[in-house]
């Protein structure tokens, strides 16, 4: 009896296992593994000189003009690599139009904004900085900065080896681009698609089933589960104008094209579970809320909450582990750097 | 000939060394160095558990109202400890009405705030959350925020067990403080009173001895060379009204006494290098500017050039090195959380 009983657990399991090869199997036909080492980037060779330095100006809150932002401040790497905001309140306590999205993985991206309007993060760190209703900085103000502060100035040296005026506008960029390209977060999802069958819940993996046979993963793919690909929010159903707000057109405003209208770039999915509120409005706090907005305005479903729960689950299994980020010694100021202003300056 | 000259050298160490150990025995009456451990605190034991946990909300801007401030924002572990702001910028794009202090080795200064209206770090803690200019949050919210998320509640539970609940306002203070209790940063000035001879520069040294032979440490004392006792801004000549400005008449909005007025705290002088601009005006970028000032406010001196650039070096030396402080992940917010809000209400 007990001889049967083993040989009955036994070939459960393997049955189990071969279910779960199953699925493997179809999950590696959309989705890839997070790297074990730091993804290489265009034109921007990553040593870690270049993402010591990136850290420092990461964590630097005087690349914003008030001197109270940094990058940190919208994309806390304490708190998912976002605000937690619907939108973030930036400088002269002003709103930005969309709400932030995650930096963790976000080098995966194929490009970078709820837009695309960056091709990657080296683009994407010079929007912010200058942006008015963010960091309100310009390039030539962040330059005077960088100069002002030996210890900033040898560091760019390390960093940009043989270059004139290494502490440059362009630099920065690229050098924080490296610091962030250090911020991948392997998940239980990772684990599974590399073999560990425990890795997920029963629920996770019948989330995952869904999430493919129901068509999610037709937008959200790849290494980041998303990230990639530019689609029309409302697809099949428009949201109302509470969470597609008609003065946003998204993907319109890059390419000024009718079809683009509404179009945005599929969200990379890795540590949603953490990073509410969702959408590029920010409006949804709700995950299980968001998903049955998405089912019903991407592929027309009506999701059970059954399912919902489960697709739910599969999304908790995006919820990579954090690198260890310590806190960097920043250089202080000297008698040349340009001194914080809160003013709001009129557009 | 060479013997001779061995020695001289060798006596001209010695005398060195006893010229090192005269400048040694006479700091040691008015300073301390550090303690090797992190101190203890009155009325709150300090447990792995706690410092944690007091990591955790530190960093987390969920402790205010519009979700945009933690207590790192004004007390930056990245940037000395402070914010290097005339005064801080808070709720609504408000100003503060006084420079942020370093919260670097806070816990050994004898009171809180630039008037020590506070007795210890967890009673300064709770300031800061409710100030309409800065975290304008309150007590009850802060603890529904907490309470909403089950991590917060088993952490506080495992800080501080066998209270019934207690993820409340109190402990959260409580946390702080121990977390801020590890921020202890030892200095060259440390090492050389600890016996290194060499751990000052000849400059540093008769900085120091000028420190002492003029009066600067008649106030500026102690472990933290400064912050314990309170004095008049301006003891023989008032500074002008752009650095002593007539509307913030210090201790005396504390004890409402007229002795009172214009009474502060004497700054705590640890990492004053690195925590510009200078003053509770704030109004002082340049350290050898506020030696100066100093000098002629509170002992009527008219230091030399050559003099102000040795008392600064010797403040130099007070510029520690900072413990590694990693990023905490903090838990994600759930359905019940209380939502950042950047609405400024009326007073």
Known sequence: MRLTLSALVASTALAGAAQADALRDEALQYFAPLPSTVPAVKDNRITPEKIDLGKALFFDPRLSASGVFSCASCHNLATGGDDNMETSVGHGWQKGPRNSPTVLNAVLNEAQFWDGRADDLKAQAKGPVQAGVEMANTPAQVELTLNSMPQYVDWFKAAFPGEDSPANFDNM??????????????????????????????????????????????????????????????????????????????????????????????????????????????????????????????????????????????????????????????PAETASTPRPTSEVMPE
């Open 173 to 330: 960029a690229k050098a924080i681009e490296a610091f962030e390209a250090t911020l991948i977060t392997p998940a239980p999802f990772d684990a599974f698609l590399n073999g560990d069958d425990q890795a997920l819940t029963a629920d996770a993996r019948a989330g995952l089933k869904l999430f493919m046979d129901k068509g999610c993963s037709s937008c959200h793919s790849g290494v980041n589960v998303g990230g990639h690909g530019y689609y029309p929010f409302g697809l099949i159903e428009k949201p109302g104008a509470d969470i597609l707000p008609a003065g946003d057109k998204g993907r319109f405003s890059v390419t000024a094209t009718v079809d683009d209208e509404y179009v945005f770039r599929a969200a990379p999915l890795r540590n949603v579970a953490v990073t509410a509120p969702y959408f590029h409005s920010g409006k949804v706090w709700d995950l299980p809320t968001a998903v049955s907005i998405m089912a019903e305005s991407q592929l027309g479903e009506q999701m059970s909450d059954q399912e919902v729960g489960q697709v739910v689950a599969f999304l908790q299994s995006l919820t990579g582990t954090m690198p260890a980020v310590t806190v960097p010694v920043l």
